[in-house]
């Protein structure tokens, strides 16, 4: 286990619940048609591994959802939760498909879910996306009627920008429950939530950001290039010219990260629980989760946050 800072336990927006600075995102797992669950050694005892490793490095947060690998995500943790030598927080989300049009296909929706992950309760129940046509009160009275049925200790949202997060903390609050976060797509390669106040809001009103894709899929790693684009999918949102200009942000990762004897990767993520998010990067295998974890147990200083902020301002 690393040797973690007293940082590095936060609290789950305004609930005693604490969770590490870092989770990880349960995205990949179960998920066959984006990341090649099944093939190349992504095996459930691979997955197994990884969450393992992740909670023995001081990991104690996940993230998952019903849309991950159609359910198998959730069940996949649910089969290996019992064999967890350590306690874990467990995050979830409903997705508001259009035919879904009442309060009660939430509380539906999150029974399933509680089925797949073998528990009667989760730590934190969060709406997937703000889609149309269902109003956000409505949806936050969704949540508010699963706290109050035991069914979540805490709610929060995902993909919300800043009015949107607004809305849904007031509806929360005419409930008496708190909004406890919101899970945005937040990096060096994204940072809209920064520029357009949402971060700052979230810390001056003790909503936990929740960072999804803090390493840009995998191009912050450095494992990619203009010569070497991501597989799949993923190659034609990230694809050369892109890869181009990233190219001096991944060349300053790296030299960070030789100073602090760690990788571009570790760097990236510090960078995300710098700027007061708590970022939930994959984890395909045993490797993987224990470089994740590696971003713990130590900060950049406010010169480097500083001069790879500058360095994503060019892209």
Same mark, same amino acid.
């Given at each position: 286990?690393?040797?973690?800072?007293?940082?590095?336990?936060?609290?789950?927006?305004?609930?005693?619940?604490?969770?590490?600075?870092?989770?990880?995102?349960? /995205? +990949?797992?179960?998920?066959?048609?984006?990341?090649?669950?099944? $093939?190349?050694?992504?095996?459930?005892?691979?997955?197994?591994?990884?969450? $393992?490793?992740?909670?023995?490095?001081?990991?104690?947060?996940?993230?998952?959802?019903?849309?991950?690998?159609?359910?198998?995500?959730?069940?996949?943790?649910?089969?290996?939760?019992?064999?967890?030598?350590?306690?874990?927080?467990?995050?979830?989300?409903?997705?508001? /498909?259009?035919?879904?049009?009442?309060?009660?296909?939430?509380?539906?929706?999150?029974?399933?879910?509680?089925?797949?992950?073998?528990?009667?309760?989760?730590?934190? *129940? =969060?709406?997937?996306?703000?889609?149309?046509?269902?109003?956000?009160?409505? /949806?936050? =009275?969704?949540?508010?009627?699963?706290?109050?049925?035991? %069914?979540?200790?805490?709610?929060?949202?995902?993909?919300? @920008?800043?009015?949107?997060?607004?809305?849904?903390?007031?509806?929360?609050?005419?409930?008496?429950?708190?909004?406890?976060?919101?899970?945005?797509?937040?990096?060096?390669?994204?940072?809209?939530?920064?520029?357009?106040?949402? %971060?700052?809001?979230?810390?001056?009103?003790?909503?936990?950001?929740?960072?999804?894709?803090?390493?840009?899929?995998?191009?912050?790693?450095?494992?990619?290039?203009?010569?070497?684009?991501?597989?799949?999918?993923?190659?034609?949102? *990230?694809?050369?010219? *892109?890869?181009?200009?990233?190219?001096?942000?991944?060349?300053?990762?790296?030299?960070?990260?030789? +100073?602090?004897?760690?990788?571009? +990767?570790?760097?990236?993520?510090? /960078?995300?629980?710098?700027?007061?998010?708590?970022?939930?990067?994959?984890?395909? @295998?045993?490797?993987?989760?224990?470089?994740?974890?590696?971003?713990?147990?130590?900060?950049?200083?406010?010169?480097?946050?500083?001069?790879?902020?500058?360095?994503?301002?060019?892209?």
């Amino acid at each position: 286990m690393n040797h973690l800072l007293p940082e590095d336990r936060i609290y789950l927006g305004q609930s005693d619940i604490q969770i590490s600075a870092l989770g990880v995102g349960a /995205w +990949a797992w179960g998920d066959r048609m984006f990341w090649g669950y099944g $093939k190349g050694g992504f095996s459930d005892a691979d997955i197994e591994a990884a969450f $393992k490793a992740s909670l023995d490095a001081g990991v104690n947060f996940v993230d998952t959802a019903e849309m991950y690998g159609r359910g198998r995500s959730e069940q996949l943790i649910g089969q290996m939760l019992p064999r967890m030598e350590r306690p874990v927080v467990v995050a979830t989300k409903f997705f508001p /498909w259009p035919y879904r049009l009442t309060r009660g296909r939430l509380l539906a929706a999150l029974r399933k879910s509680l089925e797949r992950l073998r528990l009667q309760q989760v730590d934190l *129940y =969060q709406i997937h996306w703000p889609f149309p046509p269902v109003p956000i009160e409505t /949806w936050m =009275q969704a949540l508010a009627d699963a706290v109050e049925q035991g %069914l979540t200790r805490t709610v929060g949202v995902s993909n919300y @920008n800043l009015q949107q997060t607004k809305r849904a903390q007031a509806a929360l609050a005419a409930r008496g429950i708190p909004l406890a976060s919101n899970q945005v797509q937040y990096s060096l390669l994204m940072r809209k939530p920064e520029r357009e106040g949402l %971060l700052d809001y979230c810390r001056e009103h003790r909503i936990t950001l929740i960072a999804y894709s803090p390493l840009g899929q995998g191009v912050l790693t450095g494992k990619y290039s203009a010569d070497n684009p991501p597989p799949g999918l993923r190659g034609r949102r *990230y694809n050369r010219s *892109y890869l181009e200009r990233v190219s001096p942000l991944l060349e300053l990762l790296r030299e960070i990260a030789s +100073a602090h004897h760690c990788t571009p +990767a570790q760097v990236a993520l510090n /960078w995300v629980i710098c700027k007061g998010a708590v970022p939930i990067p994959g984890a395909k @295998n045993e490797r993987q989760a224990i470089d994740n974890a590696g971003a713990l147990g130590w900060r950049l200083s406010k010169e480097e946050v500083q001069a790879l902020d500058r360095a994503s301002d060019r892209i």
